[in-house]
């Protein structure tokens, strides 16, 4: 029996954002969550692992605020959840994430298939899942929307511009997955209590040979700020709906748009 | 020979590149795997392309090859176009270098010894700056970038043999749905969300389109969740993106992740019954009521228009 580890992030979750009234981000209230995408890749690890016999696992890096993310992931269905609990998470680039899972990865050995999603949902630079194949020297497939084992490959459905294209990669491989690969069941209230009873483990980044260097973002962030997008916002009143729409219809024809 | 190097699966974009690129003042190398197109690409005016020769159809597998290229030659950036392959051959190729990544870059400004490049994140809420000073890899969306012809350049065209990633091979290409709408293209688009109660319901939506000459599109959730909508109908961050004339939503929320999409679109219009959701602040023009009263009385009032 091997492995097949799905990574996932803990982020923040963009429903709790607030914009402050001089356009800055402010973050401290918002609420952490599993990132969108990563419940699919997690759920793609279990399916997979049903249909192999191998045993499913998370892993994350992030920082001491990431503990709560643990029985989250293994109330989804994996064996068992890894963590590499750093403070340097919370700055993490691409390349920083990236060398912190792939540091782990091969510490947890004994793998054949590394799922992660395609893009996280707060800085969807979709970096990580090809960047963790490179460190690992291990082939890797993006924009996957099937996954199928055969032999010593896996074979991958993925979703390009202008149609779908079929590849297969040699294992042990990275694949990186878009949200339509399946729909992540709500866990039930059995999968949360078991969860608790799951094994974890953390890792310290001393542990995984890395040193906190290591984990600095390669790119420097001068500015963050609110995207401002400059709209009309002009709701159309009247008496009645026919007069909101008559207003509506005269509008768009003022635009010139009908 | 230090400098940025260039490189698109898309020829078009491959060239827009070109001209991004030439903006930094730098020495340009684009990289293609395909001697006719670096006979196109020349007359866009880089200073060099070079031409990589191998087995693989797959771009995503000569990622090795760039980053040993770049190390070799101390190049200073590499610049991909964000397509699915140029995304995941740049964040290879990043990996490889062990160096740091800009995605889906909006901007870069070429300063004398840095770029700054800004971004979208949180689904396009919030924009982030960033200061590159270093051996980076970037993608940039490159679709509506124009490319502009260089006359009399002197190019040097180098074809090498390599030997690229041979462990992901491409079994079978299947070219999308003849009959696929083309979103992106639309003039007009109608967007439907988890307002609307039942699929039957769609008869209404596709009436409205009709009269108003417009596609039809729709939220994540009623395409992944409810199936009603093929997933190529969903706009959003993983969706399609649009740049309408016209867009008009029925029954939406507008949670960042849809609103990114619509963001290039002339003139927003919703129809929701919460005056709170977001998709008011992000409309132009906006009705606070029920699709279910106000989709009749617009296809009459279209009509009589």
Request: charged content about 25%.
């Amino acid at each position: 029996m091997s492995r097949i580890i799905a990574c996932y992030k803990w982020v923040a979750d963009e429903a709790d954002l607030k914009i402050n009234p001089d356009m800055s981000v402010d973050l401290s209230k918002a609420k952490g969550k599993i990132s969108d995408y990563d419940k699919n890749a997690i759920e793609a690890a279990v399916q997979m692992a049903k249909i192999t016999g191998d045993e499913a696992v998370t892993l994350t890096y992030g920082s001491k605020k990431a503990k709560l993310s643990l029985k989250d992931a293994l109330s989804r269905g994996p064996a068992e959840g890894f963590w590499v609990n750093s403070e340097k998470a919370e700055q993490a680039d691409g390349a920083a994430s990236s060398k912190a899972l792939a540091a782990a990865i091969n510490k947890i050995g004994d793998y054949q298939l590394i799922i992660c999603a395609e893009g996280a949902s707060d800085t969807f630079a979709r970096q990580v899942g090809p960047s963790v194949a490179a460190r690992l020297g291990i082939p890797c497939v993006s924009s996957a929307i099937k996954l199928e084992f055969c032999e010593n490959e896996v074979k991958v459905s993925r979703k390009l511009e202008n149609g779908i294209e079929i590849v297969a990669a040699q294992l042990p491989a990275v694949v990186c997955i878009l949200p339509e690969i399946n729909r992540p069941p709500i866990p039930g209230l059995k999968a949360v209590l078991d969860a608790g009873k799951k094994p974890t483990r953390e890792y310290k980044i001393e542990e995984l040979g890395l040193v906190e260097s290591d984990l600095s973002a390669r790119t420097e962030t001068i500015e963050f700020k609110a995207y401002v997008m400059n709209r009309k916002n002009i709701v159309l009143d009247g008496e009645t709906a026919a007069d909101q729409v008559k207003a509506l219809v005269g509008s768009l024809k003022k635009e010139g748009i009908i | 020979m230090p400098g940025i190097y260039v490189y698109s699966d898309n020829m078009k974009q491959a060239a827009a590149l070109i001209g991004l690129a030439a903006q930094s003042g730098k020495e340009v190398c684009c990289i293609t795997l395909d001697s006719n197109q670096a006979n196109e690409l020349k007359q866009y005016g880089p200073d060099r392309i070079i031409i990589l020769n191998s087995h693989s159809p797959l771009p995503e597998n000569y990622a090795g090859i760039i980053a040993e290229l770049i190390k070799k030659e101390q190049g200073e950036l590499f610049l991909a176009a964000s397509t699915v392959r140029g995304r995941e051959l740049a964040a290879k190729t990043a990996g490889y270098l062990d160096c740091g990544m800009v995605s889906d870059a909006e901007s870069l400004v070429f300063e004398d010894e840095r770029i700054i490049s800004s971004r979208l994140m949180y689904g396009g809420s919030v924009v982030q700056k960033a200061v590159i000073s270093q051996l980076a890899v970037v993608t940039v969306p490159a679709d509506n970038l124009e490319a502009v012809k260089k006359e009399n350049v002197q190019v040097s065209i180098v074809s090498l043999e390599v030997q690229a990633d041979p462990r992901v091979r491409l079994i079978e290409t299947l070219a999308g749905k003849k009959d696929k709408i083309d979103l992106a293209a639309a003039e007009k688009v109608v967007c439907v969300g988890m307002g609307l109660d039942k699929q039957e319901d769609m008869k209404m939506v596709e009436e409205l389109a009709q009269v108003l000459g417009a596609e039809i599109a729709c939220t994540r959730g009623i395409a992944e969740e409810r199936q009603w909508l093929p997933v190529e109908s969903y706009i959003g961050i993983s969706g399609a993106k649009i740049k309408p004339s016209l867009y008009i939503s029925m029954g939406v929320s507008g949670q960042v992740q849809h609103v990114v999409g619509i963001r290039d679109s002339k003139i927003i219009t919703a129809v929701d019954t919460n005056e709170k959701a977001p998709i008011i602040r992000a409309a132009d023009y906006s009705i606070i009521g029920d699709m279910y009263e106000i989709i009749p009385l617009l296809i009459e009032e279209l009509k009589n228009a």
